[in-house]
């Protein structure tokens, strides 16, 4: 029976150490240099307990999206404020950024991250970046003016684009498009147009890189969530078993 690839999604639990030094950073109570120091340490042993396991591709963990998985890129921006859209999840809520002018840019991009993992890794090393549809959110609910979303879109895939052309040139194994918010959409709006509206955004980016929607395989455990990627042209498959899975990537050709 053939293999399921399979390799880490990315984040890893902060040891408790790097969770205090990061609490003491932002009362001012240490510098950042200190800081660097600690998360340079847990990065380097979340590398050395990821390549313990065997796995052909690792990640960094994400130790250093201290301040949050889908804002790394704009923390400390001018042009934003921390009373946003509440993306909830299932034992807590995220409060994303808003937006209060143009231009929108990132102030960081995740290849920084992967230099600095790639000191320490002996294997392949892969780098999430956060889905458009996601960074979407920070535009408001009422237009800007001046700066209408259509502009904030473009210069938002703008964005996407430099960030993960940026992490292949640093060597990237492959980049990872965090869609965590995909798994929300259908709860807030049961229609299935948000999800719609997000994978329609996800697919203009693909698009940048010469991708089609149809050279991709959308897998999920909800019969729901498959639909809509199916609607946006995604080939989909229902997760049932594993061996149901990996006969139709065999099928597919994704596995040999």
Request: negative net charge.
């Amino acid at each position: 029976m053939p293999t399921i690839p399979t390799e880490p999604i990315g984040s890893i639990p902060r040891p408790e150490y790097l969770i205090r030094a990061q609490e003491d950073f932002a009362a001012g109570r240490i510098g950042e240099s200190e800081l660097e120091a600690l998360t340079d340490v847990a990065t380097r042993d979340t590398i050395r307990e990821l390549e313990a396991t065997g796995s052909p591709v690792i990640s960094d963990g994400e130790q250093r999206k201290y301040h949050n998985f889908a804002t790394y890129a704009v923390d400390g921006l001018p042009n934003l404020v921390n009373d946003g859209f509440r993306l909830q999840f299932t034992d807590h809520d995220r409060i994303w950024p808003r937006l209060l002018a143009g231009p929108f840019r990132y102030r960081r991009t995740a290849d920084g991250f992967l230099a600095l993992a790639r000191r320490h890794a002996r294997m392949p090393v892969k780098q999430a970046v956060i889905s458009p549809s996601a960074v979407s959110l920070f535009y408001p609910a009422e237009p800007l003016p001046d700066y209408p979303r259509e502009r904030f879109i473009e210069d938002l895939l703008d964005e996407h684009e430099r960030e993960v052309r940026a992490c292949l040139a640093q060597g990237a194994h492959c980049v990872q498009i965090d869609f965590t918010e995909g798994r929300l959409a259908c709860r807030l709006d049961p229609t299935g147009l948000l999800l719609r509206g997000w994978v329609t955004l996800n697919n203009l980016a693909l698009r940048r890189f010469g991708l089609a929607p149809g050279e991709a395989i959308f897998i999920d455990d909800r019969a729901e969530n498959v639909a809509a990627a199916q609607a946006n042209g995604f080939v989909g498959h229902h997760f049932a078993s594993a061996g149901v899975l990996a006969a139709e990537l065999v099928r597919l050709g994704l596995l040999s």
